[in-house]
Each structure stands twice: as structure tokens, then as C-alpha cells.
């Protein structure tokens, strides 16, 4: 085998694949090179197991480097030694949404937007925008704490938007003041049923439901 045996690590010095672990062909088979210097070593791998490196060295092929284990034993050792590296909102190589773009979804979404509308704003499809503010995706994503008027968003989506103009209680589609709003979370902090609420307002019981979790007016304090 292609070996260099100077330093602790026995390193491969034979063909690398993208990941950097040797590969090799031995009997018209090709073999991860530190599968088969385990093979090599110790006998039979069975099916489905994993050559794990204690080393972390994936060129590494000594022995007494590796270790057998699932695929659940290799990413608990990855995570314990703080390998893994979640991705998560923009990091994420495959997303398609900005984190401030999220932020703003939702908040137009508490202050009474439909998610149809929002989704016409940001040319997405209304179930990814239903999703966002719904938290299905992007819950990593903190909330909002912009105006709309200082969201770093582009003049021709602020022109969307002109239509539904401010929010809260500058909505034409609102049908709460302030003032209905915070009494609503004193009542519901005393623990009177939203139903019961719902019947000195003119919102349902959803909207009152709305109002407790936060996903509605959450720019009132």
C-alpha cells in the first residue's frame, strides 16, 4: 500500500477522492483506502458499518486510527468534537430567501398582510410564504423589528406594499386599536377564555388566538 508511515498518522499517498480519503483498487474491487487497511487488519467489515478515524484525518490508514461503528457513532463523535457545522437561513447553500426578506414576511403577515399578498410582493409561492410565517421553515430565523417604511427592501416592493400602507392601526383592514389589543392580553393574562374575549370585539376567536401567540400585532408591546 501507498503509505507514508513518518508521522503519527499513516498517511495515504495514492489517489484522494473529493473528501480526501485515500481510494484504492485491491482484487478488481475499489476499497476506501482506511476500509481496507482495516480489512487488511482485523477481518470481515459487516454490512452497513463504518470505518470511523480516531485521528480525524481522513488520509490517515493506521490500524490502531480506526475504529468500527454506525452511522449514528460517526456523526455523535463528528459533533463531539465540534466538526459539524449546521447551516441554517442564508448559510444554507440552497436557500432562495434572505433572512431580512423572512423578517419582513412576518411581520407584514402579524400586522394582518394575507400570506397570498405577501407572496405577490416577493414573487414567492404562497405555500413557501405560508410556511415562513408559520415558522414550518426558517424558525431559526429571528423576528422582526423593522417599520416597513425602514426595511432594506428594494423601491419596487416597497411600491407593492404602498397599497396596504401602514400597519397597525394605519391598516384599513384593521379592526383593533392599540388599546383593544393590550386590553385583550390583560384579559387573556388572567385567563379568560378567548372565546368570551372575542364576543366585546369584532374578531373571532382565531384572531384573539393570534393576538396571544404573537403572530398578530406583535409590534405592540
Not at 459539524?84 to 412576518?106: A, V, W
Not at 372565546?195 to 384572531?207: A, C, E, F, M, N
Request: charged share 25%.
Amino acid at each position: 500500500m501507498r503509505v507514508n508511515r513518518s508521522n503519527e498518522c499513516w498517511t495515504w499517498t495514492g489517489a484522494l477522492n473529493g473528501r480526501g480519503y485515500g481510494v484504492v483498487q485491491y482484487h478488481g474491487k475499489y476499497w476506501m483506502a482506511p476500509r481496507l487497511a482495516y480489512f487488511l487488519t482485523y477481518g470481515a467489515i459487516p454490512n452497513g458499518a463504518y470505518v470511523c478515524h480516531r485521528c480525524d484525518n481522513p488520509a490517515c490508514v493506521r490500524p490502531d486510527h480506526l475504529w468500527l461503528g454506525s452511522h449514528w457513532d460517526n456523526m455523535a463523535d463528528m459533533t463531539a468534537k465540534k466538526r459539524y457545522h449546521s447551516m441554517f437561513g442564508e448559510d444554507h447553500p440552497n436557500t432562495r430567501i434572505k433572512d431580512c426578506e423572512i423578517q419582513l414576511m412576518r411581520r407584514l403577515h402579524a400586522c394582518g398582510v394575507p400570506s397570498s399578498f405577501i407572496a405577490k410582493c416577493f414573487r414567492r409561492r404562497p405555500g413557501t410564504v405560508d410556511n415562513v410565517v408559520k415558522r414550518r421553515s426558517r424558525a431559526s430565523t429571528q423576528s422582526c423589528e423593522w417599520r416597513v417604511s425602514a426595511a432594506p427592501i428594494g423601491e419596487p416592493l416597497r411600491r407593492r406594499l404602498s397599497c396596504w400602507g401602514n400597519i397597525g392601526t394605519r391598516n384599513g383592514h384593521c379592526l383593533l386599536s392599540e388599546a383593544d389589543v393590550r386590553d385583550i392580553r390583560r384579559r387573556l393574562s388572567k385567563g379568560e377564555a378567548a372565546r368570551s374575549i372575542s364576543l366585546d370585539y369584532p374578531v373571532g376567536k382565531h384572531q384573539i388566538y393570534q393576538i396571544k401567540s404573537g403572530k398578530n400585532w406583535s409590534h405592540v408591546d
